[in-house]
């Protein structure tokens, strides 16, 4: 009996073995979403923010994945993405009330819409992605300004088209356009140079801030003149509301985007939520939104005033805007190569 247990234990223990010598599956760890701000090179810091920076060099899948996950960028990332789909919505609502292709006087407000759109997409796309690496941190805010300055053109356009006052129109007529189309560049082409000079002192608030003035400085005049030379806005121009809000909002926005307000009086703290460029993302919003509605009340209910001034098929404001986006997209494309060459440059140094 004792003969016949250890022949079949014999047998038995073989069998053991391999089982316990099979490979397992390897358990893959979790992905580590946020790293301090000492894992990440300076490029990347942000003003009183110590945490919650996502790690380079990672996969384009992971950068989508942390559109879900929490991050010092997230908010910014969700503010203007939710905006965008907000004006998704609202051009389909267009769709069905508005004659885009018949109407000859719809297409500044279809513009309006589109750039609007285009800002708020490539800012969310900008700030989802940019933790890629330092060529595509750069690549990405290039992108993000020729948004802006895209934004800031149809802003001129629709303002011009449909809020401006025959007497106001009667001063700026023969520049407005065409002197807004060149800040819209200016804007972008001040931005990219500021970004890529890595400046924060005098010359780079200078070119990024100081053409931005100037070109919304231009672009709200019309707004401006109508809200000082109406009478009693609030009765007669529903519409002018609309247009105070978004100047207020604008106003805030520029507010908290130059000051880094709060997180300097909490620095540590706003690493997720509170920071002053979340701010500044959802008061550009509201104006988005404020302008959008202004637009489309004048749109509606100024034609007997708007038509006159723009009695002609308008083939100057179309090659104005193309000539916009092909300009600040050459830019930041300029400028994304002179990145590339530097940066290859200091590896080499290296």
């Known amino acids: 009996m004792a003969t016949m247990v250890a022949q079949k234990l014999s047998h038995l223990l073989p069998s053991l073995r391999q089982v316990h010598q099979m490979p397992r599956p390897s358990v893959q760890p979790e992905p580590v979403f946020t790293v301090d701000r000492a894992e990440v090179p300076p490029l990347f810091w942000k003003p009183y923010i110590y945490v919650g920076y996502r790690p380079l060099h990672r996969t384009w899948r992971f950068y989508f994945r942390t559109l879900f ?78 948004g802006v300055a895209v934004y800031q053109f149809g802003s001129a356009l629709a303002h011009f088209y449909y809020a401006i006052e025959p007497a106001w129109h009667a001063q700026v007529q023969t520049f407005y356009l065409p002197m807004a189309a060149f800040l819209a560049w200016l804007s972008c082409a001040g931005s990219c140079y500021n970004k890529y000079i890595q400046k924060p002192g005098l010359l780079g608030r200078t070119c990024q801030e100081v053409p931005s003035a100037l070109a919304y400085a231009l672009d709200i005049s019309p707004v401006v003149h109508r809200i000082l030379v109406s009478p009693n806005p609030a009765m007669d121009d529903p519409a002018l509301l609309y247009h105070k809000c978004q100047v207020v909002f604008f106003l805030l926005a520029a507010t908290f985007f130059s000051a880094f307000m709060p997180e300097r009086w909490f620095p540590g703290s706003c690493h997720v939520f509170g920071q002053g460029h979340q701010l500044f993302h959802v008061f550009l919003v509201l104006c988005t939104l404020a302008q959008l509605e202004a637009v489309t009340l004048d749109y509606e209910a ?25 300009s600040s997209i050459l830019t930041a ?18």
């Not at 400028?335 to 060459?341: A, E, M």
């Not at 530097?342 to 590896?347: F, I, P, Q, V």
């Open 333 to 350: 494309f300029l400028l994304s190569q002179l990145v590339r060459r530097k940066l290859n440059l200091d590896r080499k140094t290296q």
């Open 69 to 146: 996950q929490q991050h010092n960028e997230a908010v910014n990332v969700w503010t203007h993405l939710l905006a965008a789909l907000v004006l998704l919505l609202r051009l389909a609502i267009f769709v069905g009330t508005v004659d885009f292709w018949g109407d000859l006087h719809a297409l500044p407000l279809f513009i309006i819409v589109l750039t609007s759109f285009t800002y708020l997409s490539l800012s969310a796309l900008a700030h989802l992605l940019q933790a890629k690496s330092e060529f595509w941190h750069y690549s990405f805010f290039f992108l993000d300004y020729v």
């Open 302 to 326: 100024r034609r007997p005033i708007y038509e006159p001034l723009h009695a002609r098929w308008p083939q100057n404001f179309s090659g104005l805007f193309l000539l916009t986006v092909g």
